[in-house]
């Protein structure tokens, strides 16, 4: 089976940095993923990583450390729009994706 | 607007009523699937559809039977559901099935009430 680990809340303030971290244990990893949900909406695709090492797409990064079943998802320059819940997600070769339980990451004045 | 739209948004029904949950892909994507979202809990992959064949299924109990009529419709249909089985349902679709790098484009869920 797999199974995924990453904090339940992080609260930050604006323009602040935020890291997420994510680790799991699984067979048959493929690569990691990040989503984004806001309250009432639908999960969208942030991020992923197949290959160990930092994946930049403007202030969200995302990084994977396949010897370490570790990875993160590093939120800069905070905004309040960034207040969401954030999954990492683990795939196989097949595609099949396992989540996280989520971050909900709180953004203040 | 995602391009996978799920309806009813919200539904609420009794533990001996019959429902349906519709998706419907605008994506031209070949697959579909269902996943529960409780509170604080990850989410659960329950069905998989790859070209209206399903391929995956949670043991997933019976009083929920998925439907496939073509790549571009899910169904979920609901039958003497229990309390417990009160959630959101998230539908999604993807055209990287079988590669490790899918991505998955979500709706906005049907979130339903067993009472």
């Known amino acids: 089976g797999q199974s995924l680990e990453q904090p339940s809340e992080v609260t930050a303030v604006e323009g602040a940095i935020v890291q997420i971290n994510c680790t799991y244990q699984t067979s048959g990893f493929y690569g990691l993923s990040w989503y984004q949900q806001h309250d009432g909406g639908a999960p969208t695709f942030l991020s992923y990583?197949?290959?160990?090492g930092l994946e930049e797409t403007g202030r969200f990064s995302s990084f994977l450390s396949r010897s370490d079943s570790y990875g993160y998802l590093l939120l800069q320059e905070l905004q309040m729009k960034d207040s969401a819940s954030y999954f990492c997600?683990?795939?196989?070769?097949?595609?099949?994706?396992?989540f996280g339980a989520g971050t909900q990451v709180v953004v203040t004045p | 607007e995602t391009g996978v739209t799920q309806t009813p948004r919200h539904l609420v029904m009794g533990m001996t009523n019959k429902k349906s949950l519709k998706c419907e892909q605008h994506l031209g994507h070949n697959a579909m699937y269902w996943y529960k979202q409780s509170a604080k809990k990850p989410l659960e992959l329950m069905f998989v559809?790859?070209?209206?064949?399903?391929?995956e299924n949670n043991s997933v109990p019976s009083r929920f039977s998925p439907e496939c009529p073509n790549s571009s419709h899910l169904f979920l249909h609901l039958h003497t559901l229990q309390p417990e089985d009160s959630a959101l349902y998230l539908c999604?679709?993807?055209?990287?099935?079988?590669?490790?790098?899918?991505?998955?484009?979500f709706g906005a869920g049907s979130r339903l009430t067993v009472l």
């Open positions: 997600a683990v795939s196989d070769s097949w595609g099949k994706l396992q």
């Open positions: 990583n197949g290959l160990d």
């Open positions: 559809y790859s070209l209206e064949e399903r391929v």
């Open positions: 999604a679709s993807s055209q990287d099935w079988r590669t490790g790098a899918n991505v998955l484009t």
